[in-house]
């Protein structure tokens, strides 16, 4: 353990991501109506971004996930984020990926209150990630898209390995990851974890 800690630096907050959908403006449309807007109930972490009133249902191929948050803003494309569980689910095969990482990934149903959109591709298991600005990027050591290890400590302290540094100006220091992975770790939200170089 002390050999692991002192090849470790500073501590970085957790945040816990769930089940959600960023929408495209046609796809909004199609799901709450046109000329519809998201409706901000909060704020996450990462300047721009909120969790927003409208909901979705996701149906796949063996079953169905209702009341799945929405989060603004919008984007270019439809981009649905689940975690393993969610898969077994779903019967959804999701590859981990990136965020925006879109290329060759399953699609999904999406039911709204004023329609339905049939993905053709935009669903992920997102890859576990630390955001980071230039700042926390240079005292960690680390450089946008290198690869790092995470250390958590508790009862149920585990190394993730792999997991993504993304570097940019607007970014508040976080480390990224779905609800399996972090129940696995049995970490909450804003609890400490550790970079380990």
């Given at each position: 353990?002390?050999?692991?800690m002192?090849?470790?630096?500073?501590?970085?907050?957790?945040?816990?991501?769930?089940?959600?959908?960023?929408?495209?403006?046609?796809?909004?449309?199609?799901?709450?109506?046109?000329?519809?807007?998201?409706?901000?109930?909060?704020?996450?972490?990462?300047?721009?971004?909120?969790?927003?009133?409208?909901?979705?249902?996701?149906?796949?191929?063996?079953?169905?996930i209702?009341?799945?948050?929405?989060?603004?803003?919008?984007?270019?494309?439809?981009?649905?984020?689940?975690?393993?569980?969610?898969?077994?689910?779903?019967?959804?095969?999701?590859?981990?990926?990136?965020?925006?990482?879109?290329?060759?990934?399953?699609?999904?149903?999406?039911?709204?209150?004023?329609?339905?959109?049939?993905l053709?591709?935009?669903?992920?298991?997102?890859?576990?990630?630390?955001?980071?600005?230039?700042?926390?990027?240079?005292?960690?050591?680390?450089?946008?898209?290198?690869?790092?290890?995470?250390?958590?400590?508790?009862?149920?302290?585990?190394?993730?390995?792999?997991?993504?540094?993304?570097?940019?100006?607007?970014?508040?220091?976080?480390?990224?990851?779905?609800?399996?992975?972090?129940?696995?770790?049995?970490?909450?939200?804003?609890?400490?974890?550790?970079?380990?170089?």
């Open positions: 353990m002390s050999e692991i002192s090849q470790c630096n500073g501590f970085i907050n957790v945040g816990i991501s769930n089940r959600h959908v960023h929408l495209s403006s046609n796809h909004r449309d199609v799901l709450f109506g046109e000329g519809s807007c998201l409706t901000q109930i909060k704020s996450l972490s990462q300047k721009g971004q909120f969790a927003a009133k409208e909901c979705v249902t996701l149906i796949g191929l063996k079953g169905s209702e009341g799945v948050r929405v989060l603004g803003p919008e984007r270019t494309e439809t981009q649905v984020e689940i975690s393993v569980t969610d898969m077994y689910k779903l019967g959804v095969d999701a590859p981990v990926r990136d965020s925006g990482d879109l290329a060759g990934t399953p699609g999904i149903i999406l039911l709204g209150p004023k329609g339905m959109v049939s053709k591709s935009g669903v992920i298991c997102a890859k576990r990630h630390i955001h980071a600005s230039p700042e926390d990027a240079l005292y960690f050591n680390v450089k946008d898209r290198q690869e790092v290890l995470v250390f958590t400590m508790g009862e149920r302290g585990l190394l993730f390995c792999n997991v993504l540094v993304r570097v940019h100006e607007s970014f508040t220091l976080e480390f990224h990851l779905d609800t399996d992975e972090a129940n696995a770790a049995g970490l909450k939200n804003n609890d400490k974890v550790r970079i380990l170089i």
